[in-house]
């Protein structure tokens, strides 16, 4: 048999290394009629997340961060573009995404326990497994003991803790996290946000998320992606070159403070953009 020229294993070798991303966004627009007028909410918007990665998307209120996100969950078609998963288009909503919100979607008739293992028992696990699947998560944001109380017996940040360990319970591939911590006192948020990553630096899970908070979106990602204002679309990334795992007091350092500057300078631009597109329109 003939050996192959160099170039050419070369060129193999190039394509075999190249890494697929775990999520890809794919030059995503949407728009949408509120009050007579066409509304841009998203423009040409691309960006990658690789697999175990923590992503934080960053921008001004408006500026589209949700609408990725839903678009991604499937809960929302995108005007133009695509959005694959595993290298797999997005069509629909599907248990390969995993998605926590801002307000919280506990369900209050159904215990701790019972809300964990809601999404196992629709997939037809049986009830030691799911049982199992429950305890670890329990264990694992810390509410050993809670799983028999009903939601309405926990603070705010109890039940996100529930929220994301029902989310983590279906094994997702991704973690989509829509401004989690948002309606958290900051002193429940700084914990929260240690919690998350723990658990993160535990489940390996893929996460993206949104946040309007530079300290957390810094804090908390691999990578920020900085939105531009409506229509959004990125305007830059920004990679943090901050050892894992990470502790509060990193938020004092100087890398930090450097990278705090540098994005607060860009959404202080875009923030601006937004408010006089408010003004000069004359609806919000």
């Known amino acids: 048999m003939?050996?192959?020229?160099?170039?050419?294993?070369?060129?193999?070798?190039?394509?075999?290394?190249?890494?697929?991303?775990?999520?890809?966004?794919?030059?995503?627009s949407k728009t949408f009629e509120q009050k007579g007028h066409t509304i841009t909410a998203l423009r040409d918007t691309s960006f990658d997340v690789q697999d175990g990665e923590f992503v934080t998307i960053l921008g001004p209120s408006g500026c589209g961060k949700s609408t990725i996100l839903k678009i991604i969950a499937g809960l929302t078609e995108p005007s133009s573009?695509?959005?694959?998963?595993?290298?797999?288009?997005?069509?629909?909503?599907?248990?390969?995404?995993?998605?926590?919100?801002?307000?919280?979607?506990?369900?209050?008739w159904l215990t701790v326990g019972q809300n964990i293992a809601f999404g196992l028992q629709l997939k037809g696990i049986p009830k030691k497994e799911r049982d199992d699947i429950v305890a670890h998560y329990l264990?694992?944001?810390?509410?050993?003991?809670?799983?028999?109380?009903?939601?309405?017996?926990?603070?705010g940040g109890m039940k996100q803790r529930v929220a994301?360990?029902?989310?983590?319970?279906?094994?997702?591939?991704?973690?989509?996290?829509?401004?989690?911590?948002?309606?958290?006192?900051?002193?429940?948020r700084t914990v929260m946000q240690e919690l998350l990553l723990s658990v993160w630096e535990k489940s390996q899970k893929t996460?993206?998320?949104?946040?309007?908070?530079?300290?957390?979106?810094?804090?908390?990602?691999?990578?920020?992606?900085?939105?531009?204002?409506?229509?959004?679309?990125?305007?830059?990334?920004?990679?943090?070159?901050i050892p894992r795992p990470r502790e509060f007091s990193v938020k004092t350092s100087s890398t930090f403070m450097r990278l705090k500057t540098e994005i607060l300078d860009l959404i202080r631009e875009e923030s601006w953009k937004a408010a006089s597109e408010v003004a000069t329109s004359g609806w919000a």
């Open 2 to 28: 003939t050996a192959m020229p160099k170039e050419y294993l070369q060129l193999i070798d190039g394509y075999a290394s190249k890494k697929v991303p775990k999520l890809r966004v794919h030059h995503v």
């Open 81 to 108: 573009g695509h959005v694959k998963l595993n290298n797999h288009q997005i069509k629909g909503p599907g248990s390969d995404r995993g998605m926590v919100f801002q307000a919280y979607t506990l369900f209050p």
């Open 164 to 188: 994301i360990a029902r989310a983590l319970a279906n094994d997702p591939e991704i973690l989509l996290m829509d401004e989690p911590f948002g309606a958290l006192d900051a002193q429940t």
């Open 207 to 241: 996460i993206l998320f949104v946040t309007h908070d530079i300290d957390e979106a810094i804090f908390m990602g691999d990578r920020v992606y900085v939105m531009t204002a409506r229509p959004g679309c990125l305007k830059a990334e920004i990679a943090v070159p």
């Open 139 to 155: 264990e694992l944001i810390g509410l050993n003991g809670f799983g028999n109380m009903y939601p309405s017996n926990l603070s």
